[in-house]
């Protein structure tokens, strides 16, 4: 009898979205004839602009010749995407290199997969509410967890605390759930306890394409010193809409070197170039020339026109909510508005109500963690019809 990994009895039973998933089928089925708006996950609905599917076309005709058939591809990602991905970070005042580019298909999975590069007795904090792969993928690994509470009182953008000692530091901005975006002098500040700590930060930044405050960092590399201490995620699931197509990239610098029990300096860039080249044979070569449209200076024209509209969505959600008096954080840099559930009520009782009486879908705070247990995040991916027609459920519901 094999031994398997007991680690995996200490994981929810269900993952957050599935349950979501679970009971909408539910409601659907004993209520086929309800239209029920879906405002939960946050999967775009516009689609790709014009410039990237050219290119995907290109992709899939070269697949057609001898003379152009792409076969294995390098599993660090073609030099052109990743010469393009070093291009959209200089236009963003970021200086990274080529070399120091992960492409993959995902920020969710490298999130997720990046624990292979540590060892089991690590400290790991984790803000609460947080997007749950981060808890997730480090209880089945048996690893030691602290949280750091995340709450209305700190704009859910809590600080270090001098006192704790941590050795890996997950954190996202603009931040899934709850919207709020970290400033420069706060993440200066993450960068010095990281390296007070002797301690590596995760930076999720998927939702970077969100902010359109100019003073606030889109990359923890716009922070001094970040090099030495930060690996960064992205995608272009919500940048460019490839929720389908699925593509992202890890930035790991070459400076993040660190010295072995045996006292062999060992590189994290190298770690993460081998890791990948032996559990992952990279990204399509089609979808990576649509990424790399993505990321021209047309093609993110095209994407900021579809960004425009769901920032817009966002707009109408916080302002129907502002007219009920609902306090609100995010829907601003962010394509997430979270909200106090009304008269105190818990998130997934608000979420069985929600459903119940407006049809409306949308993401319980609990889910996220004991700090969300009262809160609720909507997202502004949905149709602009829908959206507006949500808007008016809820304020006639609420």
């Given at each position: 009898m094999p031994k398997l990994n007991e680690n995996y009895l200490n994981l929810k039973e269900s993952y957050l979205f599935s349950e979501i998933a679970h009971r909408v089928n539910d409601y659907t089925a004993a209520h086929p004839d309800q239209k029920v708006?879906?405002?939960?996950?946050?999967?775009?609905?516009?689609?790709?602009g014009s410039e990237i599917i050219a290119q995907l076309h290109e992709g899939v005709d070269a697949l057609s010749k001898a003379e152009t058939f792409k076969g294995y591809g390098p599993e660090q990602g073609y030099d052109f995407l990743c010469e393009a991905i070093v291009d959209y970070y200089a236009r963003n005042g970021v200086t990274i290199a080529a070399n120091e580019v992960f492409v993959s298909d995902g920020a969710k999975s490298d999130t997720g997969n990046i624990t292979d590069l540590f060892d089991r007795?690590?400290?790991?904090?984790?803000?609460?509410?947080?997007?749950?792969?981060?808890?997730?993928t480090n209880i089945m690994?048996?690893?030691?967890?602290?949280?750091?509470?995340?709450?209305?009182?700190?704009?859910?953008?809590?600080?270090?605390?001098?006192?704790?000692?941590?050795?890996?530091?997950?954190?996202?901005?603009?931040?899934n759930p709850t919207g709020a975006a970290y400033n420069r002098e706060q993440l200066t500040e993450w960068v010095n306890y990281a390296l007070a700590n002797d301690a590596i930060i995760l930076f999720d930044a998927a939702y970077e394409c969100f902010v359109t405050d100019e003073t606030l960092p889109r990359s923890i590399?716009?922070?001094?010193?970040?090099?030495?201490?930060?690996?960064?995620?992205?995608?272009?699931?919500?940048?460019?809409?490839?929720?389908?197509?699925?593509?992202?990239?890890?930035?790991?610098?070459?400076?993040?070197?660190?010295?072995?029990?045996?006292?062999?300096?060992?590189?994290?860039?190298?770690?993460?170039?081998?890791?990948?080249?032996?559990?992952?044979?990279?990204?399509?070569?089609i979808v990576q020339k649509g990424a790399a449209a993505a990321?021209?200076?047309?093609?993110?024209?095209?994407?900021?026109?579809?960004?425009?509209?769901?920032?817009?969505?966002?707009?109408?959600?916080?302002?129907?909510?502002?007219?009920?008096?609902?306090?609100y954080f995010g829907g601003i840099n962010s394509p997430y508005i979270w909200f106090e559930c009304p008269n105190h009520m818990d998130s997934w009782d608000f979420f069985d109500y929600l459903l119940a009486n407006a049809q409306v879908v949308g993401t319980p705070g609990a889910g996220f963690g004991k700090n969300g247990q009262n809160f609720f995040r909507l997202t502004s991916f949905g149709s602009r019809e829908n959206t507006l027609e949500a808007m008016e459920r809820i304020n006639k519901l609420l």
């Open positions: 708006i879906r405002l939960g996950i946050g999967d775009v609905t516009l689609p790709i007795d690590n400290v790991i904090l984790i803000p609460d509410p947080v997007y749950p792969v981060y808890v997730d690994n048996g690893r030691n967890i602290v949280y750091i509470d995340a709450n209305a009182e700190n704009g859910f953008l809590p600080m270090p605390d001098a006192n704790v000692h941590a050795d890996i530091i997950y954190i996202c901005s603009p931040n590399f716009a922070i001094e010193n970040a090099k030495k201490c930060a690996i960064e995620f992205c995608s272009l699931s919500k940048t460019a809409g490839f929720t389908g197509t699925r593509c992202g990239y890890t930035i790991v610098p070459k400076d993040l070197k660190f010295t072995a029990s045996t006292g062999t300096e060992m590189s994290l860039n190298a770690m993460w170039n081998r890791r990948q080249t032996t559990k992952f044979n990279g990204v399509s070569y990321f021209s200076v047309s093609g993110m024209a095209q994407c900021k026109e579809n960004l425009k509209y769901y920032q817009e969505n966002a707009k109408i959600i916080a302002e129907g909510l502002a007219r009920k008096g609902i306090r």
